[in-house]
Structures are given as structure tokens and as C-alpha cells.
Nanobody, 124 residues
């Protein structure tokens, strides 16, 4: 059974940084694309970033491009989302998700496995 566990969320001030981690177990991690999504209160879930199987291919939502960086460490079954220059509008529950694919995917309904999420709150 595939399991994804997110960590690293918290309360920070605008302009601060946070690093989220997604640790996977139960499957061949290298076979999966991993994405990060977020859902703010009263909002639909939206794509944030995704990383390909080897870590060389990456894609970002326009709203986070230049501020967030996604990376993966296959030997640790871990995907990292480094978030810099955080804004109030980044406040949301952040989820990681996995998809067995060779292509990057930005649509949440394509992803097969999901974590439970970690809360990120950006407020002064």
C-alpha cells in the first residue's frame, strides 16, 4: 500500500521561508511523478509544483514560479518543496501526491495517491 506523509508546515510571517517534506513508502519511488497541491479555505485545490522520476524535470504554477523549488531525493524516498518569500495568499493545506507516469501532470484528478496534508499559514 502506498503511503505519503507530509511535514514541515507551520505559521510564518510574510517574506519568510518554509521547507515541506513528503516521505513515501510502500512502492518503487523512482517510478512515480510527485506533485504538490494546495487548498485554501473555501477554495478549490490547485496545483503548485511537480517533479519527474529522476528529478531533472520540474514544473511550477505561475503563482509560485521563482519563489518555490521542488526537488527529490530518491535514495530517501523524499520530495522537498522549498518555499521562499511567502505571501498571505500562500496560506493553505499543502498535499503531496504520486502518479506512476513518465510525464509531469498538473491535474489533480490524474494522481493516484495522496497524503493527508500539512497546514501552512502566512500571517503577520
Amino acid at each position: 500500500q502506498v503511503q505519503l506523509v507530509e511535514s514541515g508546515g507551520g505559521l510564518v510571517q510574510p517574506g519568510a521561508s518554509l521547507t515541506l517534506s513528503c516521505v513515501a513508502s510502500g512502492y518503487s519511488f523512482r517510478s512515480y511523478v510527485v506533485g504538490w497541491f494546495r487548498q485554501g479555505r473555501g477554495k478549490e485545490r490547485e496545483f503548485v509544483a511537480a517533479v519527474g522520476r529522476s528529478g531533472s524535470l520540474k514544473t511550477y504554477a505561475d503563482s509560485v514560479k521563482g519563489r518555490f523549488t521542488i526537488s527529490r531525493e530518491n535514495n530517501k524516498n523524499t520530495v522537498i518543496l522549498r518555499m521562499n518569500t511567502l505571501k498571505a495568499e500562500d496560506t493553505a493545506v499543502y498535499y503531496c501526491a504520486a502518479l506512476e507516469s513518465v510525464r509531469l501532470e498538473e491535474h489533480d484528478d490524474e494522481y493516484e495517491y495522496w497524503g493527508r496534508g500539512t497546514q501552512v499559514t502566512v500571517s503577520s
